[in-house]
């Protein structure tokens, strides 16, 4: 299935994104997903391009997590997000799925989600998530719960809304330039994203 979202200024570049919720019981329906609408909510707000969402729920399995990476890639998703699966249990498979169909490894971003996370449990240390680039698609694993999805991509503000700790995503947009990507455009206020002044362009009109 895809979730298009429309966006009246038609000059941004389309994205096709794949967001990817992994879960045993919210795949069979034991309870319901929060993975993919958080994920589909927080892009549709930061980013000012038009979004094609391919949506996918899948069980912790690491063959099936790996295909479903790359399907959706083979079908054009510059950006792959994925969320669940990525703590100590046994049937937490994500990022060995994903680095299964890794061409280069990004560990910065996990990195810097652990930093982020540590901020306000000490446990954050258990989180295993990566990020890779497959092709010409940048995949990053996330944290499970919707609230947490938020503060590692969005990164944390003070009461100023002035940014104290980096969202990761602040460094996406760049990063699919590198790889040959379409051009991401963000709302400052809710993520302002870097690049190096040689690599903006002109704001659209």
Not at 10 to 24: A, P
Not at 58 to 79: F, M, Q, Y
Not at 100 to 125: C, H, N, W, Y
Request: aromatic share 4%; net charge negative.
């Amino acid at each position: 299935m895809t979730l298009s979202q429309e966006n009246s200024n038609t000059q941004h570049e389309l994205v096709k994104i794949g967001i990817v919720s992994i879960s045993d019981r919210a795949s069979t329906g034991v309870y319901e997903d929060k993975g993919l609408p958080a994920l589909q909510s927080w892009l549709s707000t930061a980013l000012k391009n038009p979004l094609q969402f391919e949506p996918r729920l899948i069980p912790d399995e690491k063959e099936r997590i790996s295909a479903t990476l790359i399907e959706l890639v083979d079908v054009g998703c510059s950006l792959v997000l994925t969320t669940g699966g990525t703590g100590p249990a046994i049937r937490d498979v994500t990022p060995e799925a994903t680095l299964a169909v890794a061409d280069k490894e990004m560990p910065g971003f996990g990195e810097q989600m652990r930093q982020i996370s540590l901020k306000f449990v000490p446990t954050a240390i258990l989180s295993r998530q990566v990020a890779v680039i497959r092709a010409q698609s940048l995949i990053i694993n996330l944290p499970g719960q919707p609230k947490s999805i938020a503060e590692t991509l969005e990164g944390l503000k003070d009461a100023q809304g002035q940014s104290v700790v980096h969202g990761i995503f602040a460094a996406v947009p760049y990063c699919i330039d590198l790889i040959g990507g379409p051009y991401l455009e963000t709302h400052d206020e809710v993520c302002k994203s870097f690049r190096p002044k040689n690599a903006i362009r002109a704001p659209r009109v």
